[in-house]
């Protein structure tokens, strides 16, 4: 398995970075509870994506005796550790600093710079969603950002859309009630915004664990990869019937579980030369079923679960 990162990955640390800085030193000077709930945000962020590389490193250690079908999971491990510490560290820091800023009724000093280093965030994290979203596949995207979503297995890439998805919302929450603050001349509204980073943060971490948690329970590939794999199959001429066919995501790759009935064959050895024909067929023709087990099935066992 390789251990390339993906650039969704890469644009996200780095985007993570320049805008925490940035964000910091405003904070700093204008005294904007929002924008230092932002701040941290982004450092959470940045945490997160260097676990997502560390998570992609581990998975590229090759098949051994006791993980037969590799380490690929592992970025599911870094995922959960990810998605937790958004929530906990960005998420209730987030609301903790607007809590204790509501409570204190701390004031606010040189808005328009907090306003201004919010927009020039809000147009990096905005230019990292789309490099994110464009670095997918099309074919994959072709149901709306939301299915893939739900449905691929690249647990690196979808954090990182879902944290700068998070990132460019929490922004437009921050700058929401920075302007409040400035219009109404009650630092509350800063506190408010500060809170609403948090929920935008922990709602995003709780969409995301449970979407990890199917992956690591065990979830089919997308419906329509499982229709054209099943077509695909009953389009071969040495396959009488597909009994059964499972097809189960595992990180980046794919399982397939086929049992079939087969066209009479000569002898044992040519159905064995017959399977492996089509073995090797089938991942030719879907390059992401990296693991196949194929066995043949007679019409007198019975027919079989879907």
């Avoid at 396959?239 to 990180?251: D, K, N, P």
């Amino acid at each position: 398995m390789s251990a390339r990162v993906p650039r969704a990955v890469y644009y996200a640390l780095a985007s993570n970075i320049v805008v925490a800085l940035c964000k910091f030193a405003a904070a700093a000077y204008t005294n904007s509870g929002a924008t230092l709930a932002e701040a941290a945000h982004s450092s959470a962020d940045c945490l997160n994506q260097v676990l997502l590389i560390a998570g992609r490193r581990a998975s590229s250690e090759q098949p051994d005796e006791m993980h037969p079908l590799g380490f690929g999971r592992e970025t599911h491990f870094y995922a959960v550790l990810v998605a937790l510490q958004f929530f906990l560290i960005g998420g209730l820091l987030s609301v903790g600093i607007g809590v204790w800023r509501l409570w204190h009724g701390a004031t606010l000093d040189h808005l328009g710079i907090a306003a201004g280093v919010l927009l020039g965030s809000a147009a990096v994290e905005g230019f990292a969603l789309r490099a994110s979203i464009r670095s997918i596949d099309r074919r994959h995207r072709k149901g709306g950002l939301w299915r893939w979503f739900r449905e691929t297995g690249q647990v690196e890439v979808m954090l990182s859309i879902g944290e700068d998805s998070a990132a460019l919302a929490g922004v437009l929450v921050s700058l929401a009630g920075t302007a409040l603050a400035a219009a109404t001349g009650w630092p509350g509204f800063d506190a408010l915004g500060s809170i609403g980073v948090g929920c935008v943060m922990m709602t995003t971490a709780v969409v995301s664990l449970r979407e990890i948690k199917s992956l690591i329970v065990g979830e089919a590939a997308r419906t329509g990869v499982r229709n054209e794999m099943r077509a695909w199959l009953e389009a071969r001429e040495e396959i009488e019937r597909v009994v059964s066919l499972v097809v189960l995501r595992w990180s980046d790759s794919l399982v397939v579980a086929v049992q079939a009935e087969m066209v009479a064959q000569r002898s044992a050895d040519e159905l064995v030369r017959t399977v492996d024909r089509i073995e090797h067929a089938l991942q030719d023709a879907f390059p992401d079923a990296r693991w196949v087990f194929f066995e043949p099935e007679l019409l007198e066992h019975g027919d079989h679960p879907p």
